[in-house]
C-alpha cells in the first residue's frame, strides 16, 4: 500500500472539514477519483495527506513529501520571466537538452508557449504547463485537483483526452479531485466519493455501481411514458430531468430493452455511470444514517 | 523526484526574477548615483574647502547606504510580497523546494545584484567626484557593513511578506521604514544631532546611522570605536530574526 488514512480529523475552527473513521489505503498503480461537491472535503483530504494542514489521527506511508506531485486547484508561477526559464529550474534540466521534456512538450502542443511568461498563457495553456511538469516529476503519488475548473468545455475534453491518452497503459498512481463524473469515468478505478466531510463510499468503481445501481442502467428522459414503459422495473435516483432504470441481470436487461426498441425510446445504457451511483451512494448512506 | 537543493540555477532564476522588478534597478542602482551627484554639486559647494573632502565622503556613504536598503529591502519586499500574494512559494514547495533553500538562492542573487551596484557606483563616484582615497581597511569595513546591513534587511523584508501576504501593504510598510531610516539616519540632509533627544536614541540603535555619520572619520585611515556600532548591528539582526520567526509562528500549519 502506499499511504493508509486512519481516524483522520480536519478541523477549521469548529467546523469539521473532514472526518474518515474507516480505514481507507491507495494501492500502488491505482487511480482514485475523489468526488463530492463543494464543501464535502476533497482538497482538505489533499491538503492533508500533502502536509499542508494540520490534522487529528494517522496518514501511514512511506513516502516523503517530494514523492508526491500535486497539481493543485491554483498553480501561480512568477511573472518576471518566460516560462521556459521556470520550468527549467524546477525540472532541473534544459529543455533543448532532455528529449523526455521535448517529448511531453510536443504531445500536450506546448512548444509555442515557452517563451511567453506565465499571465499571457490562456487559462488551459497554464494548466497544461503544470501537468508537464508534474508529469516530469514522476512522483510515487500524484494529485490532481480540479485539472479542469474554469476551462471552457472544448479545452476541458481535449486537456483530458491528452491526460487519458498520456497515462493509458503507465502504472502511475493517481488521486484525481474532480467535480466532472465523465472525466472520472475516463481515468479512475477507484472512486472515493465524500459528502459533507464524511466518506459516502470507497472501493473500485465497478463494485461500487454493482453495489448501488446493480448490473446495468438505462437512462430515459423522465416523462409519462417513460414512466409508465418502466413502472415494473427499479428505479433509481437521478436528476430530476432523467429517468434511471436498474436491470439486476442479463433477463432483466434484454426485457427492458425490448420494450424501448419496441416503443421507439431514446436511452443511454451504462455499467459505469459514476453520477448515477453517486446520487443513490448518497441517499443510502443518509438513510443509513437516519435509520441508526 | 529528489528534494531541491539551493543550486547555481535556482540563483540564476532568482538573479532573472530580480531583473524582471524595474523598482530594484531604478532604486538600487540608479537612484544612490543620482542623488549623490545632486548632493555634491548642491550641499558639497556650500561647505568651505578645508571641510569639503569630509562632507562629500559623507555623502558617498550615505548614499551607498541606500545600495542595500533599496536593493535587499523595497525590491526585494516588493517582488517577494507579490510572490507569497500569489502562492508562488506553495507551488516551489510542492516541486519539492524547501523555503530555507527558496531563502538562501534569494540572498546570494540579491547579493550578486548589491556586488554589482556597488561596482556601478563606485565606478560613477570615481568619474563624477574628487574624493581622497580611502584606505582598503575602510573599503573592506564598509563593505562587510553594507552587506551585513542588507541580509538583514532582506530578512525583515521577507518576514513583513510573509506576515502581511499582501503586495500592498507590505509594499507601503517598506516604503514607509525606509524613508523613515533615511531621515533617522542622516540620509536625507538632515544630521543625527539635527533631531530631537527621543530619535537620537532610536537613530542609536540603526546601524546605519554609524555608517553615514562615523565611516567618514576614518576613511583615509585611522582608528574607531566599532563596539557601538556591532551592538546596534546585533539589536538591528534580533528585530529581524524575532519578525522571521513570528512570521514562521503565524503561518504554521492550522
Redesign the interface.
Known amino acids: 500500500m502506499l499511504l493508509t488514512i486512519k481516524q483522520l480529523q480536519v478541523k477549521?475552527g469548529d467546523q469539521t472539514a473532514l472526518q474518515i473513521n474507516s480505514p481507507i489505503s491507495f494501492g500502488k498503480g491505482e487511480r482514485i477519483g475523489v468526488i463530492g461537491s463543494n464543501g464535502a472535503g476533497k482538497t482538505t483530504l489533499v491538503k492533508a495527506i500533502?502536509?499542508?494542514?494540520?490534522y487529528d489521527g494517522r496518514i501511514i506511508t512511506d513516502l516523503?513529501?517530494?514523492?508526491m506531485?500535486?497539481h493543485?486547484q491554483?498553480?501561480?508561477?512568477?511573472?518576471?520571466?518566460p516560462i521556459r526559464?521556470?520550468m527549467?529550474?524546477?525540472l532541473?534540466t534544459r529543455v533543448k537538452e532532455n528529449k523526455e521534456l521535448q517529448e511531453l512538450i510536443d504531445f500536450f502542443e506546448f512548444g509555442n508557449c515557452l517563451s511567453k511568461r506565465f499571465p499571457a498563457l490562456s487559462g488551459g495553456q497554464k494548466q497544461k504547463f503544470t501537468i508537464i511538469?508534474i508529469m516530469m516529476?514522476?512522483?510515487e503519488l500524484t494529485f490532481y485537483d480540479e485539472v479542469t475548473s474554469g476551462l471552457d468545455f472544448e479545452t476541458r475534453q481535449k486537456l483530458m483526452e491528452k491526460m487519458v491518452e498520456w497515462y493509458r497503459g503507465k502504472e502511475d498512481s493517481l488521486v484525481i479531485v474532480s467535480h466532472y463524473y465523465e472525466e472520472l469515468e475516463q481515468l479512475a478505478d477507484k472512486i472515493l466519493l465524500l459528502d459533507r466531510g464524511r466518506v459516502v463510499a470507497f472501493g473500485r468503481t465497478d463494485e461500487l455501481f454493482r453495489t448501488y445501481c446493480g448490473d446495468a442502467i438505462f437512462i430515459l428522459d423522465n416523462n409519462r411514458v417513460n414512466c409508465s414503459l418502466t413502472k415494473e422495473f427499479r428505479t433509481l435516483r437521478s436528476p430530476n430531468h432523467l429517468l434511471a432504470v436498474s436491470c439486476r441481470d442479463r433477463e432483466e436487461e434484454k426485457r427492458l430493452l425490448t420494450i424501448l426498441v419496441n416503443h421507439r425510446v431514446n436511452f443511454k445504457r451504462s455499467n459505469s455511470d459514476i453520477e448515477i451511483m453517486s446520487i443513490n451512494a448518497r441517499e443510502r448512506f443518509y438513510a443509513q444514517g437516519e435509520n441508526r | 523526484?529528489?528534494?531541491?537543493r539551493c543550486?547555481w540555477?535556482?540563483v540564476?532564476?532568482e538573479l532573472?526574477?530580480?531583473?524582471?522588478?524595474f523598482m530594484t534597478h531604478f532604486f538600487g542602482i540608479v537612484f544612490p548615483s543620482m542623488m549623490t551627484l545632486i548632493f555634491s554639486k548642491t550641499i558639497g559647494i556650500q561647505v568651505p574647502e578645508a571641510a569639503r573632502d569630509k562632507v562629500l565622503v559623507s555623502i558617498v556613504l550615505s548614499m551607498s547606504l541606500v545600495i542595500p536598503m533599496s536593493i535587499m529591502f523595497i525590491g526585494y519586499g516588493a517582488?517577494y510580497s507579490?510572490?507569497v500574494e500569489?502562492?508562488?512559494p506553495?507551488?516551489?514547495r510542492?516541486?519539492?523546494f524547501r523555503e530555507r533553500n527558496l531563502l538562501a538562492a534569494k540572498i546570494i542573487a540579491h547579493m550578486i545584484l548589491m556586488t554589482a551596484a556597488f561596482a556601478i557606483f563606485a565606478v560613477f563616484q570615481m568619474i563624477t567626484m574628487d574624493i581622497p582615497k580611502p584606505a582598503a581597511s575602510s573599503v573592506i569595513c564598509l563593505l562587510v557593513s553594507l552587506y551585513l546591513i542588507g541580509i538583514i534587511l532582506l530578512v525583515i523584508a521577507h518576514s513583513l511578506a510573509d506576515i502581511f501576504r499582501k503586495f500592498g501593504i507590505t509594499f507601503g510598510i517598506t516604503m514607509s521604514v525606509y524613508f523613515l531610516l533615511m531621515v533617522l539616519t542622516g540620509m536625507m540632509g538632515i544630521s543625527t544631532e539635527q533631531l530631537p533627544k527621543a530619535l537620537q536614541k532610536v537613530a542609536a540603535t540603526l546601524p546605519m546611522t554609524y555608517v553615514s555619520n562615523d565611516f567618514a572619520d576614518f576613511w583615509t585611515g585611522g582608528s574607531y570605536n566599532f563596539m557601538p556600532f556591532i551592538q546596534s548591528l546585533l539589536f538591528f539582526g534580533a528585530i529581524a530574526g524575532i519578525l522571521l520567526m513570528y512570521a514562521q509562528y503565524r503561518n504554521r500549519?492550522?
Open positions: 477549521y500533502l502536509g499542508l494542514t494540520n516523503q513529501p517530494e514523492q506531485a500535486a493543485m491554483s498553480n501561480a508561477y512568477v511573472t518576471t520571466m526559464r521556470i527549467e529550474m524546477v532541473d511538469m516529476q514522476k512522483a | 523526484m529528489k528534494q531541491k543550486n540555477k535556482m540564476l532564476y532573472r526574477n530580480i531583473n524582471g522588478n517582488l507579490q510572490e500569489h502562492e508562488v506553495l507551488r516551489m510542492l516541486f519539492g500549519r492550522t
